[in-house]
Structure formats: structure tokens, C-alpha cells
């Protein structure tokens, strides 16, 4: 049987300018798996941007724990708020990715990237909370 090797453990302050933290700690913590730096980092970003705009109402009182878990085929990557429960997957509205930019609606485009460039996203009402599960194949 082969185990899962935990190679981020992040909390992190519901600032939107920790973010760029973490996005080095992600870059540390997957030295050997570069390639997967940029989409994860890009998917972090949206959905605690999101987070800590929308769920935590810029309130930096609060705590984003981040873990990604490497598995023998596909990296795992959670994040958990305290914030009011909110399945970003569900109630994302699709984007008309045919419209120009000037044309498509706000919205939408972020949770899309995500979902393109993870093979599974799941959410979680935690009570309190939310958790969200990314995977990403490698």
C-alpha cells in the first residue's frame, strides 16, 4: 500500500495579500512537481479571493487552512474557511465562453478555470465552514 505524503500544511490570515504567501509556499512545497505550480496556484487564488471578498466580507479575523496531499497519481488539494456555507461548483453560473469579452457577463470564468484544470472539484458545508476539495492529476 502506498500512503499519501502531506507536502503543504498553510493557515493563512483572510488578507487578499497573503495570497501571494501561499502561492510561494506552494511553489516550495512542489519543487519536484513544477508543472502543476502555475494551475494550482491560479485555483488557490480564484476560490480564496472569492472566499475572502464575497464568503468573509474582507473581515481578517478569520483563518484559510490549506493542505495538499499527494497521492501515488493525483495531488489533493483542500481549502477550509469558517465563513457561511457556500458551494462556489453549484451555484457558479456557466460562462458563454462564444461572447467576446466585452460582451460576456461578470462572473463565472474563475469557477470554469478551475473546473478545466482540476480533474475533481467537490465542496463541503462544514459546520462552520466550507471545505473544498480539488484533484489534480500527475
Known amino acids: 500500500m502506498v500512503s499519501a505524503n502531506t507536502l503543504l500544511d498553510y493557515w493563512m ?8 504567501e501561499l502561492s510561494n509556499a506552494v511553489q516550495t512545497a512542489l519543487i519536484d512537481l513544477q508543472e502543476h505550480v502555475f494551475p494550482i496556484n491560479l485555483c ?12 468573509l466580507k474582507g ?38 465562453l462564444d461572447l467576446s469579452v466585452d460582451e460576456r457577463p461578470v462572473g463565472g470564468l474563475g469557477i470554469h478555470f478551475v473546473k ?11 459546520n ?8 489534480r492529476r500527475i
Not at 13 to 20: F, H, N, R, V, Y
Not at 128 to 135: A, K
Open 128 to 135: 462552520p465552514g466550507n471545505r473544498i476539495t480539488l484533484r
Open 13 to 20: 490570515p483572510s488578507q487578499a495579500e497573503a495570497i501571494e
Open 59 to 96: 473581515d481578517p479575523t478569520h483563518r484559510i487552512h490549506v493542505m495538499i496531499i499527494k497521492h501515488p497519481h493525483e495531488l489533493e488539494i483542500t481549502i477550509e474557511d469558517d465563513g457561511p456555507s457556500y458551494d462556489p461548483f453549484f451555484h457558479a453560473v456557466e460562462p458563454d
Open 116 to 126: 478545466t484544470l482540476m480533474s475533481e472539484v467537490n465542496a463541503v458545508a462544514l
Open 44 to 55: 488557490l487564488e480564484e476560490l480564496i479571493f472569492n472566499t475572502i471578498s464575497y464568503g
